[in-house]
């Protein structure tokens, strides 16, 4: 088990076997997802969002504002 200790300012320092295996350096951005009450994922967000384009492909159908709107709100209806 790894373990590290948090300062008076809040701050952790990720052991450095921990950060190898994440393949984050300094200045990477780190997200930290709740997985349950209590409970957190430490998640490297090294990647720039635009690196998703494409991936899942062109749509089938165009859908408006209008229409995704209102599928929302059906859904918040339990419809």
Known sequence: ???ATLTSKGQVT???SVREVMGVTAGDRL???EI?????EL???TKDVTCLKGVLGKPRKVVTIEEMSEAVAKMGRGK
């Open 36 to 40: 349950g009450q209590g409970r957190f």
């Open 31 to 33: 997200e930290f997802i």
């Open 14 to 16: 990720i052991p450095k």
């Open 43 to 45: 998640v490297a967000a």
């Open 1 to 3: 088990m790894t373990l």
